[in-house]
T-cell receptor, first 112, second 113 residues
Framework: QKEVEQNSGPLSVPEGAIASLNCTYS??????FFWYRQYSGKSPELIMF????GDKEDGRFTAQLNKASQYVSLLIRDSQPSDSATYLC????????????FGKGTRLSVIA | DGGITQSPKYLFRKEGQNVTLSCEQN?????MYWYRQDPGQGLRLIYY???????QKGDIAEGYSVSREKKESFPLTVTSAQKNPTAFYLC????????????FGNGTRLTVT
């Protein structure tokens, strides 16, 4: 069974700090990776995706991918209380024609 | 504006009744999905469809049924056979292909008493 693992948290960081969210995946053939943010009671919204080894930056967010270690992370710089949410990591299986595999999410709490 | 519309936002039913959740998209996406989310839990895949008139079971299909008669629509029926139907139901769509993200609707919160 292909799995995506995330620490459920909560991860608490002070306002202005860097929040680091981590994700590991079991399918070595996974090709692309997605980070979603989900506020309580709302639906997930896409933040970033990455499919090449290395870093990808978008504003305050940086996604990092290390395929050799099967590890994906999301860094949030200058964390704000509005970043408090659950962050879901998802990967595309090798076949590419089956649905994304989601982790259970990490709950982030940014303390003002 | 393009998007995915789920209706209704809240739905209440008595135990033993079938109920159908609506999902419509105007993004011209080929693939559509239904997920279930319970409090504090991740997303669990119920059914998905990659093309009209075809769909596949996900991880927790028992007690649910779907149809895909039109590209834009993918309704989910929660039958009386579903033992614990109270949950937050999310519909999503995507283009096909390995680098295509899912786009989610706003969800339907179903309560069965």
């Amino acid at each position: 069974q292909k799995e995506v693992e995330q620490n459920s948290g909560p991860l608490s960081v002070p306002e202005g700090a860097i929040a680091s969210l981590n994700c590991t995946y079991s399918d070595r053939g996974s090709q692309s990776f997605f980070w979603y943010r989900q506020y309580s009671g709302k639906s997930p919204e896409l933040i970033m995706f990455i499919y090449s080894n290395g870093d990808k930056e978008d504003g305050r967010f940086t996604a990092q991918l290390n395929k050799a270690s099967q590890y994906v992370s999301l860094l949030i710089r200058d964390s704000q209380p509005s970043d408090s949410a659950t962050y879901l990591c998802a990967s595309t299986p090798l076949s590419g024609n089956t649905p994304l595999v989601f982790g259970k999410g990490t709950r982030l709490s940014v303390i003002a | 504006d393009g998007g995915i519309t789920q209706s209704p936002k809240y739905l209440f039913r008595k135990e033993g009744q079938n109920v159908t959740l609506s999902c419509e998209q105007n993004l011209n996406h080929d693939a559509m999905y239904w997920y279930r989310q319970d409090p504090g839990q991740g997303l669990r895949l119920i059914y998905y469809s990659q093309i009209v008139n075809d769909f596949q079971k996900g991880d927790i299909a028992e007690g649910y049924s779907v149809s895909r008669e039109k590209k834009e629509s993918f309704p989910l029926t929660v039958t009386s056979a579903q033992k614990n139907p109270t949950a937050f139901y999310l519909c999503a769509s995507s283009m096909t292909g390995w680098n295509s993200p899912l786009h989610f609707g706003n969800g339907t919160r179903l309560t069965v008493t």
